[in-house]
Structure formats: C-alpha cells, structure tokens
C-alpha cells in the first residue's frame, strides 16, 4: 500500500483507507503497532474523533486490514466472465490463488501481523470477520452449481467449515514457504485441493498419497 506522509496539519475527514495505511506502515517501520489511540492519532496528526468515527480501536484496524484482503480478492474474482463457468474445484482453487496472490502483495505486514502471536497463528482473533465471509463464499460457490456439483453429498456448513481448514493449513505453509514466488504454496494449493475434491468424490487415493509426500518432504526441508 502506499504510504501516507506525515503533514504538518491536522488531517481532516480522514478516510478508512487512509488510517489503515497509515497504520500498516506503521507497524512496519517501528516493527510494533502503536501503543494506543491517542499517540497514534498524535503521531500521524489524525483528529481522534475522526479515528473513532471509523473505527472503534486499533484492534479493529488489524481485523479490517485482513477483511480488505478477502475482499479485494473476490472483486478480483468477480471481474472475471470465465468464472462463473468454471466447476466447483477450478472457483475454489480461483479463490486461494487469488487470495494468496493479495497476501504475497503484502506479505510483509501479514508476517508482521501473524507472527505478534507465539507460535504463529495461535491467535486467529483478528480473523473472526474474514471466516465468516470466507466460508459465506464458499458456500456460495458450492450452491452455485448445486445441481451438477461434485461435491453436492456434503453439506454445506461442513465443506465452508473444512474449506477454511483448508485456508489456515495453506497460510501457515505460506508464512514458512522459503521457495522463489512462492512457489510451493502455489503446488500446495493445487495438491490440497485436487487432494479434497477426490477424498470427498472417494475417485482414488492418487493424489492423496502425491499431495501427502510433498507435504512430509517439505516438512524435513523446513
């Protein structure tokens, strides 16, 4: 995100965007979140009550950060004419690829942002609105092809449910990935999915096992 430039005047009728990059940068360039509200607004002239007029604490900030991810991803998707054709495996995998592609552009606030935790992502709290909207289209998608879907045995709660599963795998595997472009999650993410899609089909144990030996040489190398 780009950043915002400290003015010698009191910013007025600050935008959402605006305080959240100002934020993010932040974070990166102290490696720590401001100490509370009143600094912050101090430090990036912000007037306060314009602050809380947008948000009701930093912690909301670091939860909005990551619902504007999800977001932009799925106005990414939604752009596309091809996508409403695809099956219900290719808009799942869509999904990831575009969400990750996001992540990667921001992928130093999320280290940031994920590591505050120990281990990492034991506190998954900032999260909470980006599940919701995450499994909410997932379930959107399954539904869409209701009457051909390969997945159409299982209910719907149950696949959001491991579909999300799924996603928090994938980031920790993201936040370790060490590869150029991030080139192992992108094989994860076709594996996991192609893995998912055949276990709920019961068609083979083929890619189970190909996605379980990427996964065990991975972890050694890590």
């Given at each position: 995100m780009a950043t915002v430039k400290k003015t010698s005047k009191v910013q007025s009728k600050v935008s959402q965007v605006s305080v959240?990059?100002?934020y993010m940068n932040h974070c990166l360039e102290n490696n720590e979140a401001p100490k509370n509200v009143y600094l912050f607004c101090k430090q990036y002239q912000i007037v306060e009550s314009e602050?809380?007029?947008l948000f009701s604490s930093l912690e909301m900030i670091n939860?909005?950060?990551?619902n504007q991810f999800l977001k932009n991803a799925i106005q990414v998707i939604q752009k596309d004419k091809a996508y409403e054709g695809y099956t219900d495996k290719n808009k799942l995998l869509t999904l990831?690829?575009?969400v990750f592609e996001i992540l990667n552009l921001n992928r130093s606030y999320c280290v940031f942002a994920l590591k505050q935790s120990r281990p990492p992502l034991e506190n998954l709290k900032d999260l909470n609105e980006f599940r919701r909207t995450f499994k909410q289209f997932v379930t959107?998608?399954?539904?869409?092809n209701d009457s051909n879907s390969s997945l159409k045995t299982i209910t719907k709660p149950i696949y959001s449910e491991g579909a999300w599963i799924q996603f928090l795998f994938l980031l920790k595997f993201w936040l370790e990935?060490?590869?150029i472009g991030f080139e192992k999650t992108d094989i994860a993410i076709e594996k996991s999915v192609n893995t998912v899609v055949d276990l709920l089909q019961t068609k083979s144990l083929e890619n189970i096992v190909d996605f379980g030996k990427f996964l065990f040489k991975?972890?050694?190398?890590k």
């Open positions: 959240i990059e100002t602050f809380y007029a939860a909005e950060v990551w990831y690829f575009t959107v998608i399954i539904t869409a990935d060490k590869s991975e972890m050694k190398s």
